[in-house]
């Protein structure tokens, strides 16, 4: 049986899945199917998902993306795609008027912290920081090789420091998520123990 890794984090989201739901995604036996734009229909055995900072996952996909990839989110949640070049000022305005997240990101979460704590689902749950402290653990997991392990042994946690452009109004609003985050990535660690 051949094993073959497929990498969906592509910059350019090759295969059409970056920052999908987990509602795009079909499980059954401990396993994930997809159909991507490439490979045509994958079975995928393990996964991991990274969350973290809600407010930092916004701000850092619009640094990068502007509106592309936030429209992932929105897409996944079912709203409308917002127009490109659409300053995030307005984007944070507009969470501020209505009173939640419109931007998508709370439904992405949401499902990934459902389908993780169900149990039949294959994938774990992290933030970057337990990603780093267990490196050696997830690449035993995901099946790197015992004479590829070397280069994560090396990995430091070192972000760089961050401060969130939101009115606070904004803040407060997410903060139930970012306690639900803290929630599940902290159950990661649980369920390597």
């Known amino acids: 049986m051949r094993l073959s890794y497929i990498h969906l984090n592509d910059l350019n989201d090759v295969e059409g899945l970056k920052h999908g739901p987990a509602t795009w995604f079909a499980h059954k036996n401990g396993r994930m199917f997809f159909k991507n734009r490439t490979e045509g229909f994958i079975c995928v055995r393990k996964a991991l998902v990274i969350l973290g900072d809600p407010l930092h996952s916004i701000e850092s996909v ?17 709203k409308e795609p917002w127009p490109k070049g659409k300053p995030l000022a307005e984007i944070w305005s507009e969470i501020k008027t209505i009173g939640h997240d419109t931007t998508g990101l709370s439904h992405y979460v949401n499902s990934w912290l459902e389908a993780g704590s169900s149990g039949d689902w ?49 803040r407060s609003l997410f903060e139930g998520l970012n306690r639900r985050i803290m929630e599940g990535t902290n159950a990661f660690e649980m369920q390597i123990r």
């Open 62 to 78: 619009y640094r990068r993306f502007n509106t592309n990839h936030l429209n992932k989110w929105r897409n996944g949640a079912g």
């Open 122 to 170: 294959p994938i774990l749950i992290l933030d970057t920081e337990k990603m780093f402290a267990h490196a050696m653990h997830l690449a035993r997991y995901l099946g790197v090789r015992e004479k590829d392990l070397t280069a994560f042994q090396k990995l430091q946690y070192a972000p760089k420091p961050y401060k969130s452009t939101a009115p606070v109004e904004v």
